[in-house]
């Protein structure tokens, strides 16, 4: 035989000068469940290994990631009741518990990268990720308050703002409110192509953020979010973004989406991000515990499959177990 392909991986570091693929943490933003009040550190049941952070001791949480090398990170707050309304107000009020986090975050690790999360969910009795009204998700209403939450993420220090609110136009409407307040730089990495998925369970555990039961509130988020079903209308979403100014487009969720990433990294410049969400993180992590799989292989497996369809940046729950392992020697890279 001529041609011999093993003859390429017959050693590792044979395999290593021919790998098409490397996955590195700089590329990894690890998402963080932020709480109000202090000394507080709870594990999220539904995904094990997973915490919800009060701001002081999340502070010691990203020190120890940036200590081996995870620079990025995406918060989410669990916004008490009593903070929540009808219209999201909490959101951009200088009180926020969230938006005091990110000026303690930046004032003593100003070189990492925050991320923000743009919707009203976290902030609606409704539960929505738009204005509810008239027993529907009302578009162009929700904008304006999408954009006074924005400038006052990008006000209190966030390097960029990510829209998972999924309501048309709110790109271009994020990005003029953000350039008429001065924040020209900052970015936006949108929510895209973000499907209703039935793999958001463990998140949406962890902020009490389900939509609320009522007969006159939607009862799932399918007239806003996308259609599994559906591939070309995310690059109809990708092309709007772009043109309103977005700078990173994001698939959510990654691993049964591989196709659209790969769809819109052959179809776009822009840097694609993908979110390898909660549900996704937690069979993994349940076929491990039951011995079922080897979390030291499947773990970095699985975020190289995103990597490789296309996935410029990933969003993962794993990112500190993957570059604690990078930092020990543990995982080549």
């Known amino acids: 035989m001529l041609i011999r392909p093993r003859r390429n991986r017959r050693s590792a570091t044979i395999r290593g000068l021919v790998r098409e693929n490397r996955l590195h943490p700089a590329q990894l933003i690890q998402p963080l469940f932020l709480l109000s009040g202090q000394r507080q550190r709870t594990e999220v049941a539904s995904l094990p290994g997973t915490f919800r952070f009060s701001t002081d001791t999340l502070l010691r949480e990203i020190e120890s990631c940036l200590a ?24 951009y009020q200088d009180d926020n518990f969230y938006l005091q986090a990110a000026r303690a975050i930046k004032a003593e690790f100003p070189d990492c990268c925050l991320i923000s999360d743009v919707a009203m969910d976290p902030y609606s009795i409704d539960g929505h990720d738009g204005l509810v009204g008239q027993g529907r998700i009302l578009n162009d209403e929700s904008l304006p308050i999408l954009g006074r939450m924005a400038v ?16 048309d136009g709110r790109v271009g409407h994020l990005r003029e409110a953000l350039d008429t307040a001065g924040f020209t730089e900052t970015g936006i990495m949108s929510y895209t192509a973000k499907y209703a998925s039935a793999f958001y369970g463990p998140f949406r555990a962890a902020l009490d953020s389900a939509p609320r039961a009522d007969v ?54 822009l840097p694609i991000a993908a979110y390898h969400v909660s549900g996704e993180c937690a069979m993994l992590l349940a076929a491990c515990q039951n011995g079922w799989l080897d979390y030291e292989q499947a773990m970095p497996e699985t975020l190289l499959s995103i990597h490789r369809a296309g996935a410029d940046v990933i969003l993962t729950y794993f990112a500190k177990d993957f570059a604690q392992r990078v930092h020990d020697g543990r995982l080549e890279i």
């Open 152 to 167: 006052a993420q990008a006000a209190a220090g966030f390097d960029i703002l990510g829209p998972s609110d999924m309501m």
């Open 216 to 269: 006159n509130i939607p009862k799932d988020k399918k007239s806003y979010q996308m259609d599994p079903a559906n591939a070309a209308e995310a690059l109809r979403e990708a092309a709007l973004d772009t043109a309103e100014g977005a700078d990173f487009l994001m698939v959510k969720p990654a691993l049964n989406y591989l196709d659209i990433i790969a769809l819109l990294k052959n179809n776009s410049t």
């Open 68 to 91: 081996i090398g995870l620079r990025s990170f995406v918060l989410f707050p669990a916004v008490p009741d009593q903070h929540k309304d009808q219209t999201a107000t909490y959101s």
